[in-house]
């Protein structure tokens, strides 16, 4: 284990060395250094010894130094003053398959890139294309690099899991030919974040799928492990009579099957994991229709087994994916985006739109090449021309301004005003403080020209953390600006979350589902803003894209109405 450490020591000192543009020739010596000690025949415990280090190949006295002191200390000083100068999570950006220190580094200093989380986002923005050596391959290679770390964390977003879902049932169908069962937990439900994957099979079978499958009891009727994908997985056994009452048990939040519980108590039913008894007998509930039928009630779908007050809801008016006709936050080559102004047209078309709102990168988004104000022009000039040129779609011509540091937004009022539509985000100084971060959003939300707030809190899942600010007087401004807010379907954002739905629908402030799209492929993301709407119990009225294509022109043009023609203290 020594030699692992002091091998691991020079390798940290190697890399750390060229993520911060370091000597390459020292660099290249610790990682020559950790080669030669990882096969030297010398045993470790003789390396302290004066001149057995020096006398291998590669090793200088320099470097012989640092590793005397990691043997009597147990630490290189220069190691750890390395560290301090380099973030957490920009030092597992190294970590990325395919990447390596010398291209982190790139990514830290030209694109203030973090975490492996930041890096993914990039890549589906095209932010890599066009730095030094990367280029479309490359980008490719980094984002699957990411993607397998991201695996290995034991947590995954929505399309992982789901893709690991799918991947479950095969398993689940080899491991137990013929059995019943049924997907539970947190994919099962459609959560932004899913911490395990889990099935919930006919006890008969049980053990025999876990043997298979390489899982290990946990306890009675509960079997776990890990999928391929990095992350936990439970199998549960259930009685095959009480199999659907099982798994809407574990495919439900606490909040929602603790007021189900509560409402079948009421009518005579006891319900536990178990399976649903009335007067101590068992009552079969074989599948979940079987459950939803005992119990009385209608079938709720898991997605929307969260809040107590899906009990109460009229699911039938909750927004489904068929329910959009249109979407806004769409981005072009004219900034960062991957397709042209015509294919992101054409594409929105087959998916049947009415319309779509265009909202490239605003100036300040240097590092996206955002649009000059000049340029912002030439492109409402281009929307116009392919307007023509698609007389069935709709297009409004609008921007993704960055929210400045005070809180005003990119651009003069004037060319802000002149546009259909504006999408206010935060884009940088995520680090102000709660007081400093909540002013400048509601000074934002509450210029004329701001028609709705853009991914509002800034996190990216299992990534960025929102940043501080208190969301109320957030809300509050949405209400007095009548703005609306944006649900950002992107799954590594999915922001607003789901849980400010039930309020904004009591102030009545508009949902946007947006793709924020930066590919023709990325329009599809509109269904994970849909899902999570649906968590939220959202209503097709309370989401501004279920307008249709006059509707929702009209409703763009009130709010346009409502702006001043200019006002102090505008854009810079």
Known sequence: MERERIVGA??????LSELLGENPFKARAYANAARTLSKASRPVESWGEPGVLEALPGVGKAIAEKVREQIAT???????????????GVRELVGVPGLGPKKAGVLWRQLGLQSAGELEYACLENRLVSLPGFG???????????????????KLLLPSALAAQAALAARVERAARGARWLFAGEAARLCPVVSGLEVVLEAGRAEEAAAAMGLSRAAPGLFVGESPEGAPLRLRAAAAEGLGSAAVWFASGEPFREALRAELARSG???????????GRAVPAPSEEAFWRAAARSPIPPECRELPEALEADLSEVVAEGDLRGAFHVHTDWSDGGATLEEMVAAAEALGWEYLGLCDHSASAVYAHGLDPERLVAQRAAIADTQA????IALFAGVESDILGGGELDYSDELLAALDLVVASVHGRFGLDEEAQTTRLVRAVSHPATTML???TGRLLLSREPYAYRWEEVEEAL???GAAVELNANPHRLDVDWTRLPSLRRRGVRVAVNPDAHSVAGLADVRYGIWAARKGLARRGDILNT???????????SKKARRPQSRDGGGE
């Open 454 to 456: 853009g991914h509002p």
């Open 136 to 154: 479309p391959k490359t980008q490719a290679k980094v984002l699957e690099g990411v993607r397998l770390l991201a695996g290995r964390r034991g």
């Open 547 to 557: 307008l249709d294509r006059e509707a929702v022109g009209a409703w763009l043009r």
């Open 10 to 15: 020079l390798e940290a000192l190697a890399a």
């Open 389 to 392: 040129r698609h007389p069935g």
């Open 479 to 481: 209400v007095s600006a």
């Open 269 to 279: 039913l006891a319900w536990t994991e178990e399976g649903l008894l009335r007067e």
């Open 74 to 88: 147990g630490s290189v000083h220069k190691l750890e003053e390395l560290r301090a100068k380099v973030p957490p």
